[in-house]
Nanobody, 117 residues
Framework: QVQLVESGGGLVQAGGSLSLSCAASGSDFSRNTMGWYRQPPGKQRELVAT???????VYGDSVKGRFTISRDYAKNTVYLRMNSLKPEDTAVYYCNFRREVTSVAYWGQGTQVTVSS
């Protein structure tokens, strides 16, 4: 059992920046991939970025070059730095934790990011 708590969502103007964080607690955290997914209103949930236990990163095409994912292994925390934000980045952003051995996954409650034009 893993609990995920996101923070850092809010309102920002187009072209601005915002940082999200997600802290995991509750269980063994060895060999896990953490990341971010988002769901714009009326649309399907989509990949933003993930980072594995080995540090390998994957980014969704729409955020490449603008967003950066990182993690602090000691703190069991994943971060997302979002630059050059666009109105189409507006969505609920969800933190994800997936055990690499079993593929069991956990989700945070989501945090709203709104980019105004």
């Amino acid at each position: 059992q893993v609990q995920l708590v996101e923070s850092g969502g809010g309102l920002v103007q187009a072209g601005g920046s915002l940082s999200l964080s997600c802290a995991a607690s509750g269980s063994d955290f060895s060999r896990n991939t953490m990341g971010w997914y988002r769901q714009p209103p009326g649309k399907q949930r989509e990949l933003v970025a993930t980072i594995t236990s080995g540090g390998t990163t994957v980014y969704g095409d729409s955020v490449k070059g603008r967003f950066t994912i990182s993690r602090d292994y000691a703190k069991n925390t994943v971060y997302l730095r979002m630059n050059s934000l666009k109105p189409e980045d507006t969505a609920v952003y969800y933190c994800n934790f997936r055990r690499e051995v079993t593929s069991v996954a956990y989700w945070g409650q989501g945090t709203q990011v709104t980019v105004s034009s």
